[in-house]
């Protein structure tokens, strides 16, 4: 006599199971990105103008 005693499930399981997977970020890192983007260039010009100031004097 084979001594297989494993139950079978009682509930099917799915042949494959789902995963979430994210595949792009959030819509809040690209404004954030923009953000920092532009305020790195405000600044950079705003700094270039106090150069330009100073040349002149």
């Not at 994210?22 to 819509?27: A, D, G, L, Q």
């Not at 953000?35 to 106090?50: E, G, K, P, R």
Request: no cysteine; hydrophobic share 40%; net charge positive.
């Amino acid at each position: 006599m084979p001594d297989d005693t494993t139950p079978a499930p009682s509930t099917p399981v799915p042949p494959t199971s789902r995963r979430y997977v994210e595949t792009k970020p959030p819509r809040g890192v690209y404004v954030r990105v923009f953000i920092y983007v532009v305020a790195t260039h405000a600044l950079l010009a705003f700094m270039s103008l106090l150069v330009l100031i100073a040349k002149n004097r």
